[in-house]
């Protein structure tokens, strides 16, 4: 069994889903497909692009990203109810959103928000980030971002035997996995990419690889014994390499 990953697909945008429709129908069918979230806010489209996956691969892993908790044209009024949803449908399609060993690895799914541990809210952002316009939720950003870690503990007090283990989240775990070309006029989005406690869950964790997605800005690199690896389709715009990326396990 191979081991792909991507992220941040979009499939909104027409290049993108025909990208997914014209993955091969048969040399993936024996592998594991690790989807690190955004893939988009639409229901019907979310519930037709993971069954094309599922088709393709004979296992999904999907985390749900920001985009899959909109709701500006969904019949959800609450983010955290459609968050739930699209835990169910993927579910009910036989995809993988829980912790799961396949073939002697440890598939571990761990969900987040940004809590601005990375770098307080500023003005610019607030003006600009999508989230808050489009996400209706019921409580503080960070007191949703500790829902969903206090999720993760559920999952970490598992004891689980393996020959590998792989973690994905989303959001970004650790902001210094950010390269040292991302321009300086850039550093606004910090507060909105991830959390430092999500870091720390990984980091107890103490996977092999850890997936993420979020940021758009593809990377592959050790941090504390641990390989953190980004591989985001991106919007059609910015979008450098048509590929999956298949992890190498030693």
């Known amino acids: 069994m191979r081991v792909f990953t991507v992220s941040d697909v979009h499939v909104d945008f027409g290049p993108n889903q025909q990208w997914v429709r014209q993955l091969s129908d048969f040399d993936y069918q024996r592998d594991l497909l690790i989807v690190a979230g955004d893939l988009t806010d639409n229901e019907r489209m979310l519930i037709e692009i993971l069954t094309i996956l599922k088709h393709k691969f004979q296992y999904v892993v999907f985390v749900p990203g920001n985009h899959e908790t909109w709701v500006h044209c969904s019949r959800f009024s609450d983010s955290l109810e459609k968050f739930y949803w699209v835990l169910k449908v993927a579910t009910e399609l036989g995809v993988l959103t829980e912790r799961v060993t396949l073939n002697g690895i440890d598939i571990v799914p761990l969900y987040s928000w940004y809590d601005y541990s990375f770098s307080p809210l ?9 989230d808050f316009r489009l996400c209706h939720w019921s409580m503080s950003t960070r007191d949703l971002a500790a829902h969903f870690h206090k999720m993760n503990e559920i999952t970490l007090r598992e004891v689980v035997e393996s020959k590998w283990r792989i973690s994905v989240s989303h959001f970004m775990p650790w902001i210094e996995l950010l390269p040292d070309y991302i321009p300086k006029h850039l550093d606004y989005l910090w507060p909105v990419l991830g959390s430092t406690m999500l870091g720390e869950q990984v980091e107890r964790l103490r996977p092999d690889i850890h997936i993420y997605g979020h940021s758009h800005v593809n990377t592959n ?16 715009n910015e979008r450098t390499r048509l590929s999956l990326l298949q992890l190498e396990l030693i």
Request: proline content about 4%; charged content about 20%.
């Open 221 to 236: 690199t050790m941090r504390n014994g641990i390989k953190y690896v980004n591989n985001a389709f991106g919007y059609p």
């Open 122 to 130: 500023n003005d610019q952002l607030e003006e600009s980030w999508s």
